[in-house]
Antibody
Framework: QVQLVESGGGVVQPGRSLRLSCAAS????????IHWVRQAPGKGLEWVAV????????YYGDSVKGRFTISRDNSKNTLYLQMNSLRAEDTAVYYC???????????WGQGTLVTVSS | EIVMTQSPATLSVSPGERATLSCRAS??????LAWYQQKPGQAPRLLIY???TRATGIPARFSGSGSGTEFTLTISSLQSEDFAVYYC?????????FGQGTKVEIK
């Protein structure tokens, strides 16, 4: 079955960096775009970024543009999110989600919590 | 950026009753509209895409309608497992945007 497992979250100081990973299994990873979506504590969903199936196209939300970088390694079935210059407002659960149908997020991981605090 | 507005923020419904949730887009998104369900401590789950197509394994009591800027998610007869937060999402333009959510609670 389709599985997405995020890792790499934790507590980090403002201004520092963190890299999240999303390990995929149960489907042909190299055929699908993958998104990052985040959810601040007690808040709604905020789209963060997307990368195309082959990594050639990437889009970012305005709140992370220039600070976050999405990438993938299709040989390892793994998605990444490099987060630099972290701010308190980046505190959230970060989900990766599969996109097989054109920005429709049909499978989601369970999320990894990032807390930005001094 | 397309702004998605959901109403009401909270909907109190008795089990077995019908629930109607609304989602409005700030500009036309055609039928590029999805609905997700999220329960506490869980990831969102895709319910509906293309405004009205149920995702795999979603019960027939969930239905979606609308196009352009006005959309509706209807749960025909609420079951205990349906009490959750529901989000709409447009995918016609980047960035993808979500509504703020409607919480369906037990009356």
């Amino acid at each position: 079955q389709v599985q997405l497992v995020e890792s790499g979250g934790g507590v980090v100081q403002p201004g520092r960096s963190l890299r999240l990973s999303c390990a995929a299994s149960g489907f042909t990873f190299s055929n699908c775009a993958i998104h990052w979506v985040r959810q601040a504590p007690g808040k709604g969903l905020e789209w963060v970024a997307v990368i195309s199936y082959d990594g050639s196209n990437k889009y970012y939300g305005d709140s992370v543009k220039g600070r976050f970088t999405i990438s993938r390694d299709n040989s390892k079935n793994t998605l990444y999110l490099q987060m630099n210059s972290l701010r308190a407002e980046d505190t959230a659960v970060y989900y990766c989600a599969r996109d097989e149908l054109g920005a429709i997020l049909d499978y989601w991981g369970q999320g990894t919590l990032v807390t930005v605090s001094s | 950026e397309i702004v998605m507005t959901q109403s009401p923020a909270t909907l109190s419904v008795s089990p077995g009753e019908r629930a109607t949730l609304s989602c409005r887009a700030s500009q036309s998104v055609s039928s590029h509209l999805a609905w997700y369900q999220q329960k506490p401590g869980q990831a969102p789950r895709l319910l509906i895409y293309g405004a009205s197509t149920r995702a795999t394994g979603i019960p027939a009591r969930f239905s979606g309608s609308g196009s352009g800027t006005e959309f509706t998610l209807t749960i025909s007869s609420l079951q205990s497992e349906d009490f959750a937060v529901y989000y709409c999402q447009q995918y016609t333009n980047w960035p993808v945007t979500f509504g703020q959510g409607t919480k369906v609670e037990i009356k």
